[in-house]
């Protein structure tokens, strides 16, 4: 009974996206532009463009699986306060965005959002950027792609391994729908990587991200441990804040 209620309900337990109104106005610090891409499948995908004079390049910023643009725009800032362009994106379902969800529909829509820019910028200041779940997704890009280079904020070896951890009594490998195999897509990585993760993550598990480390390209791979760091707070850190900073001059 609790194998077939968590198959079911799995998504519910995976994303925890908020709705935004369609007529909602967001308010942020710095100068945007709000944009919706149209998916061949019907789906209408919202995102907002942080655009600043001068620009050191673009960064492509995929969220994690909780809330919305009015939020995690907010997070973004901090990005453009480097002299950024910063172009983030709503999933399906979450803020303005609707369509059906699939772990496929989130590799073809990161698919739509980088060949947007380039219409614009050149590859080599194309930055991607992703936290918690949207590092699986910027590792895929990435390994697709030839960005300049690859950022992630708490990420995991797959979706598998994280729900093993949690359910290790369930037979996770036959009920889970999504697998984002980040651990298969940054083998395939030819940018510079940098990871952070910390220590306290309790939604993560730091052990998910050393393995992720341990068999991603060592000539391009840096992994930053912040002690003592939990899931939502690694911008608190110095160390953190040291390496973005270094990484994006």
């Known amino acids: 009974m609790i194998t077939t209620t968590l198959y079911f309900i799995q998504e519910k337990l995976l994303f925890l996206p908020t709705v935004l109104e369609q007529d909602y106005v967001f308010n942020f610090r710095y100068y945007f532009e ?3 891409l149209n ?3 019907g789906s209408k995908l919202n995102a907002v463009h ?7 390049g673009v960064i492509l910023y995929f969220h994690g699986n909780a809330g919305d643009l009015s939020r995690w725009g907010k997070i973004a800032e901090y990005f ?3 002299q950024y362009d910063v172009l983030i994106m709503d999933y399906r379902t979450y803020g303005k965005s609707i369509g059906k969800l699939s772990e496929q529909s989130f590799y073809s829509d990161a698919d739509l959002f980088y060949n947007h820019l380039l219409k614009t910028y050149n590859e080599n200041d194309i930055v991607l950027y992703g936290r918690s779940l949207g590092t699986g997704i910027a590792s895929y890009l990435a390994s697709k792609k030839n960005p300049k280079q690859l950022i992630l904020e708490t990420p995991y070896y797959s979706i598998l391994d994280v729900a093993k951890d949690r359910f290790p009594i369930l037979p996770i490998n036959q009920l889970l729908k999504y697998k984002f195999p980040t651990f298969e897509f940054i083998k395939n990585v030819n940018c510079d990587i940098t990871m952070f993760h910390g220590t ?4 993560v598990p730091y052990t998910s991200a050393e393995k992720l480390f341990q068999i991603s390209p060592k000539q391009y791979t840096k ?3 912040i002690g003592g760091g939990s899931h939502n707070n690694l911008i608190e ?13």
């Open 80 to 82: 453009v306060e480097k």
């Open 237 to 249: 850190f110095q160390d953190y804040l040291n390496t973005i900073d270094v990484i994006l001059k």
């Open 223 to 225: 992994f930053i441990t």
């Open 39 to 41: 998916t061949d499948d």
């Open 200 to 203: 306290e993550d309790n939604v």
């Open 50 to 56: 942080f655009k600043v004079e001068n620009s050191r």
């Open 34 to 36: 709000e944009i919706t």
